[in-house]
């Protein structure tokens, strides 16, 4: 399995502000995604992002929004912008693994937003 | 489309006893099911999965699982139960063959071990 990593691990932001989480693997993948996992609540998908096109968002998420980028098979970021209390959530990114059997997806540790 | 749903949000079980999380889905292609654990302030990490082959599937820290297609169910399962599985528990579906893996979450069962 992958390594994940993301950055931050947690933050408190006023609403009205931007805030983008990092997420980087320790091999290249090719399938990155994006999570979100709002108060007890399960995992909600916001957008596939694979390198080389552009982020393929799901229903209710707009790129306005959530911006995603994938400069390279190891790095993504997730934008959160013009935050409001509702973005609080946790944000995990996930990978599909680069080799064997690809439905299997692997967790970062996410990202604890707070927004006042 | 494919949906999971798992029955108890809350589940308690003592120390030494069985663990029994329940999980049915739909999906209208044969399905890749998965339950992932969730121990507080953590990520997700993957306990078992099923893709093809033996429908009993036995993951890490003792937990098994069992897909039964007649009755679209993938019931997570532990001999004994022990202070450290107290964690929530989130069984997931993807379809085979789509191509595109990605997965549809339950609600999530979280799970309290009494001592």
């Known amino acids: 399995s992958a390594v994940i990593s993301q950055k931050p691990s947690r933050d408190i932001c006023q609403r009205g502000t931007s805030l983008t989480i990092q997420c980087q693997v320790d091999?290249?993948?090719?399938?990155m995604f994006w999570y979100r996992q709002q108060p007890g609540q399960s995992l909600t998908l916001i957008a596939t992002a694979n390198q080389g096109s552009e982020a393929t968002y799901e229903s209710g998420f707009v790129i306005d929004k959530f911006p995603i980028s994938r400069p390279n098979l190891t790095f993504s970021t997730l934008t959160v912008s013009n935050m409001s209390p509702e973005d609080s959530s946790i944000y995990l990114c996930s990978v599909a693994p680069p080799r064997g059997r690809r439905e299997t997806q692997y967790f970062g540790p996410g990202t604890r937003l707070l927004v006042l | 489309a494919q949906s999971v749903t798992q029955l108890g949000s809350h589940v308690s079980v003592s120390e030494g006893a069985l663990v029994l999380l329940r999980c049915n889905y739909s999906?209208?292609?044969?399905?890749?099911l998965f339950w992932y654990v969730q121990y507080p302030n953590q990520g997700l990490q993957l306990l078992l999965k099923?893709?093809?082959?033996?429908?009993l599937v036995k993951g890490i820290n003792g937990f098994e699982a069992e897909f039964k297609k007649s009755e679209t169910s993938f019931h997570l399962t532990k001999p004994s139960a022990h202070m450290s599985d107290a964690a929530e528990y989130f069984c997931a579906v993807s379809e085979s063959g789509a191509g595109s893996y990605q997965l549809t979450f339950g609600k999530g069962t979280k799970l309290s071990v009494i001592p």
């Open positions: 999906s209208s292609v044969p399905p890749y």
């Open positions: 099923y893709t093809t082959g033996a429908t």
């Open positions: 091999s290249q993948v090719t399938m």
